[in-house]
């Protein structure tokens, strides 16, 4: 059973950056699997952020993608998730998922929330 | 960006009802769209895929139909545990989109 875990802080300044990680386990994040960062805000609903493969190929959302890196680490079967410039926007619950059959999502992590303030 | 548009945006009903949950896309996306369920505090959960395949370990009171840009869900006899907040999602683009979601209420 693939498990997926967040984690970062749950706090992050106006105008830092906020660093999630999600911790993939019950399988490799090598095999032939895309994986995503989907948030979810009161404001906006569930926003698709962008997704990598494990061969470090990555697509973002264009509304933020000047702000946004994706990485992979195989050697911790871990992603990674980067986004700059936070604003109190960018507040929300951020799930990482794998992609599955016909781009749907069929495991997620359990969400961490982060809030952007002072 | 293909906008999706749920209908309604929250309905209440009854245990044993049939529920039928909609959603349109701003363009022909095929069959290229997913269903969630989402309880409160909770990931979303996958209900069906590729608009009527239904994802291993959901119950088959579950069904999901359309194509193009009509696409529904329906509950063939809502239980209990049906209560809860319902997305679409589409992957026909390389940015995929969700709708704002229906909310499921007990009447």
């Known amino acids: 059973q693939v498990q997926l875990q967040e984690s970062g802080p749950g706090l992050v300044k106006p105008s830092g950056t906020l660093s999630l990680t999600c911790a993939v386990s019950g399988g490799s994040i090598t095999n032939s699997y895309w994986w995503s960062w989907v948030r979810q805000s009161p404001g906006k609903g569930l926003e698709w952020i962008g997704e990598i493969y494990h061969s470090g190929s990555a697509s973002y959302n264009p509304s933020l993608k000047s702000r946004v890196t994706i990485s992979v680490d195989k050697s911790k079967n871990q992603l990674s998730l980067n986004l700059s410039s936070v604003t109190a926007a960018d507040t929300a619950v951020y799930y990482c998922?794998?992609?599955?059959?016909?781009?749907?999502?069929?495991?997620w992590g359990q969400g961490t929330l982060v809030t952007v303030s002072s | 960006d293909i906008q999706m548009t749920q209908s309604p945006s929250s309905l209440s009903a009854s245990v044993g009802d049939r529920v039928t949950i909609t959603c349109r896309a701003s363009q022909s996306i095929s069959t290229y769209l997913n269903w969630y369920q989402q309880k409160k505090g909770k990931a979303p959960k996958l209900l069906m895929y590729a608009a009527s395949s239904l994802q291993t370990g959901v119950p088959s009171r579950f069904s999901g139909s359309g194509s193009g840009t009509d696409f529904t869900l329906t509950i063939s006899s809502l239980q209990p545990e049906d209560f809860a907040t319902y997305y679409c999602?589409?992957?026909?683009?390389?940015?995929?989109?969700f709708g704002q979601g229906t909310k499921v209420e007990i009447k």
């Open positions: 998922a794998r992609a599955f059959r016909s781009g749907s999502f069929d495991y």
């Open positions: 999602q589409q992957s026909y683009s390389n940015l995929k989109t």
